[in-house]
């Protein structure tokens, strides 16, 4: 594997990711303006969390198939070595986990909070602290606002805002991305190719399709939270969305869900399946949740844990009532 090859061992006895980058982004130290960049590093924050999620990935596939079990004590081994998350002065995670390199809020992206987005290590119900450290560190990266974002920036945006429950900030960016960043085509590019002032102001606007891909993401996460054994239903849903189908969605596990919901009917409809055998998952129902239809059966409205197989399972949610 890559990382045991590279990763070398400082003397407390905690990995070195050298060289490391923390894509796009400069140390405060060594930033000297718009358009100055030193992109090259040591323990970009990353690195580490890209580090851990494929080791923890390895053991639980080892595991499930019964392959390469005797790697599992090395990739153990080395998933101890890898440094805790560090925060500044301010209660931020530090973009680089190393004394030679400051924080620099100069720029859009916002590649070391990893573990919350692209990655679900961090969560609030997993580690409160730390999740609110990963917060505070997209707050801080968005005082640059909607203006110097780029195409792939407004889609992340959107996904983070997803992952911490603010529907209507992350419906915004993708709203800002629909009217600076996509051609009628629908391909999403870089930055304001209209030169209509919003967002990155560039001569030539080059093509990036993650951005077509972060939106789509930023949907689902918008409407469905997943990890294995856990589904978080409407987690993040806008006001303006006050009806809607979607699915069936993929969940994380291997489970397919299905949802309608109508907020003027104070109804929600779930339907789940699992795609490989019968499994318990935790439902987080949104907090909108009062109880279910035709049950009296007392349930807590925050975690219900049901169990789902091959056949569809059918919830029916009552909404508390919002007015329009």
Same mark, same amino acid.
């Given at each position: 594997?890559?990382?045991?090859?590279?990763?070398?061992?400082?003397?407390?006895?905690?990995?070195?990711?050298?060289?490391?980058?923390?894509?796009?982004?400069?140390?405060?130290?060594?930033?000297?303006?718009?358009?100055?960049?030193?992109?090259?590093?040591?323990?970009?924050?990353?690195?580490?969390?890209?580090?851990?999620?494929?080791?923890?990935?390895?053991?639980?596939?080892?595991?499930?198939t019964g392959m390469y079990l005797e790697d599992i004590s090395t990739w153990r081994q080395m998933?101890?070595?890898?440094?805790?998350?560090?925060?500044?002065?301010?209660?931020?995670?530090?973009?680089?986990?190393?004394?030679?390199?400051?924080?620099?809020?100069?720029?859009?992206?916002?590649?070391?909070?990893?573990?919350?987005?692209?990655?679900?290590?961090?969560?609030?119900?997993?580690?409160?602290?730390?999740?609110?450290?990963?917060?505070?560190?997209?707050?801080?990266?968005?005082?640059?606002?909607?203006?110097?974002?780029?195409?792939?920036?407004?889609?992340?945006?959107?996904?983070?805002?997803?992952?911490?429950?603010?529907?209507?900030?992350?419906?915004?960016?993708?709203?800002? +991305? &629909? =009217?600076?960043? /996509?051609?009628?085509? !629908?391909?999403?590019?870089?930055?304001?190719? %209209?030169?209509?002032?919003?967002?990155?102001?560039?001569?030539?606007?080059?093509?990036?399709?993650?951005?077509?891909?972060?939106?789509?993401?930023?949907?689902?996460?918008?409407?469905?939270?997943?990890?294995?054994?856990?589904?978080?239903i409407l987690p993040a849903l806008p006001v303006r969305w006050r009806k809607g189908k979607a699915?069936?969605? +993929? &969940? =994380?596990?291997? /489970?397919?869900?299905? !949802?309608?919901?109508?907020?003027?009917?104070? %109804?929600?409809?779930?339907?789940?399946?699992?795609?490989?055998?019968?499994?318990?998952?935790?439902?987080?129902?949104?907090?909108?949740?009062?109880?279910?239809?035709?049950?009296?059966?007392?349930?807590?409205?925050?975690?219900?844990?049901?169990?789902?197989?091959?056949?569809?399972?059918?919830?029916?949610?009552?909404?508390?009532?919002?007015? &329009?």
């Amino acid at each position: 594997m890559f990382y045991e090859d590279f990763f070398t061992m400082d003397d407390d006895g905690h990995w070195m990711s050298s060289p490391s980058n923390s894509p796009e982004n400069t140390p405060g130290n060594y930033w000297k303006g718009p358009g100055s960049s030193m992109g090259t590093t040591m323990n970009a924050t990353m690195d580490f969390a890209i580090a851990k999620e494929l080791l923890t990935h390895l053991i639980e596939g080892a595991q499930l198939t019964g392959m390469y079990l005797e790697d599992i004590s090395t990739w153990r081994q080395m998933l101890e070595r890898i440094p805790p998350y560090q925060l500044t002065e301010d209660g931020a995670v530090r973009e680089w986990m190393h004394p030679y390199f400051e924080e620099n809020d100069h720029h859009r992206h916002e590649s070391h909070v990893y573990p919350v987005f692209p990655g679900t290590e961090v969560t609030r119900e997993s580690d409160p602290i730390l999740y609110k450290a990963f917060v505070t560190s997209i707050e801080k990266r968005l005082g640059l606002g909607l203006k110097e974002q780029s195409g792939w920036s407004l889609a992340h945006m959107a996904n983070n805002y997803a992952r911490m429950g603010q529907g209507d900030s992350a419906l915004e960016c993708l709203e800002t +991305l &629909a =009217r600076s960043c /996509v051609m009628n085509n !629908l391909i999403t590019l870089h930055n304001d190719w %209209r030169g209509m002032g919003i967002g990155v102001d560039m001569d030539w606007a080059p093509v990036q399709l993650d951005a077509n891909m972060g939106w789509t993401s930023a949907i689902q996460e918008m409407l469905l939270f997943s990890i294995p054994g856990e589904l978080h239903i409407l987690p993040a849903l806008p006001v303006r969305w006050r009806k809607g189908k979607a699915g069936p969605l +993929l &969940a =994380r596990g291997g /489970v397919e869900c299905t !949802l309608e919901w109508d907020v003027s009917k104070q %109804r929600l409809d779930i339907m789940l399946r699992s795609t490989n055998g019968c499994k318990p998952i935790d439902l987080v129902l949104p907090e909108a949740a009062e109880g279910l239809r035709d049950s009296s059966d007392p349930f807590e409205l925050k975690l219900r844990q049901v169990a789902v197989s091959e056949a569809p399972l059918h919830l029916s949610v009552i909404l508390k009532r919002v007015e &329009a």
